[in-house]
């Protein structure tokens, strides 16, 4: 629908300055914007999924939303959403696929996605292809919720989540098969750290291939890039109540 869609500006990891601030971005082919409701606000009023879609800005279908009142809006695709099946965001709304519900409405065990952390922002967490969370537990003030990265956390009981999981599972193995394509898509070539010069990168200089050269390795913008490296003092550290699941 054309008042959903705009261009998207191509910035190629330039910020306000005009420098590069996000490296390896640049020489994309034209795209247009979906909007996606992520807030799912529209409360009561049922809507007729029409199609599903390709967004080429993300990697999960989307489906184009027909509600009663005339009004279309886009909407993430969940597993085994399809045409004509009817979806709703309301506090009694049945437990079943695109359904959206505040968090304390939701039965325990069911997987959910596009969860909101502040009641009315939008779903900010749970949104790529194949990812699904769980809820856990519910306490008087708070919501337990099992994310994809195996983390407990703490959620406001009238914070909204979508029913199931997110759709496109197949999307991890997808083989892009050459270099052109993700030139297309607008990622340009990285070059290893250990391999530019000193005054371009941390691990840059030294004799021949001699490795990072430092105690740790470093970010091109010299911090930290291993270990322990999230805050301290971040905000949301009190919300966790069990540690995303580390690798070796």
Request: aromatic content about 4%.
């Amino acid at each position: 629908m054309r008042h959903l869609i705009k261009i998207l500006p191509k910035k190629s990891g330039r910020g306000f300055g005009g420098t590069v601030t996000v490296r390896h971005q640049g020489g994309r082919v034209k795209r247009f914007l979906r909007e996606i409701d992520f807030k799912r606000d529209k409360l009561g009023i049922w809507g007729k999924v029409e199609r599903l879609e390709y967004d080429p800005n993300r990697n999960v279908k989307i489906a184009l939303i027909l509600y009663e009142d005339g009004e279309r809006r886009y909407i993430l695709a969940p597993l085994g959403l399809v045409e004509g099946q009817k979806v709703i965001a309301s506090a009694k709304a049945p437990l079943e696929a695109g359904n959206a519900l505040a968090l304390k409405n939701i039965t325990t065990g069911t997987i959910i996605h596009n969860i909101e952390i502040m009641p009315g922002k939008g779903g900010q967490l749970v949104r790529g292809a194949g990812s699904a969370a769980v809820l856990m537990a519910k306490e008087k003030d708070f919501v337990l919720v099992k994310l994809p990265s195996g983390e407990v956390k703490k959620f406001n009981p009238d914070s909204l989540a979508t029913i199931g999981q997110v759709g496109s599972i197949e999307a991890r193995n997808i083989n892009l098969r050459k270099a052109g394509r993700k030139r297309l898509m607008g990622i340009r070539p990285t070059v290893r750290g250990t391999a530019q010069h000193p005054a371009s990168h941390p691990h840059g200089g030294g004799e021949g291939r001699s490795g990072v050269g430092l105690k740790y390795p470093k970010t091109p913008y010299g911090k930290p890039a291993v270990g322990k490296t999230r805050k301290r003092s971040k905000y949301s550290n009190k919300l966790i109540v069990k540690g995303r699941k580390r690798g070796r």
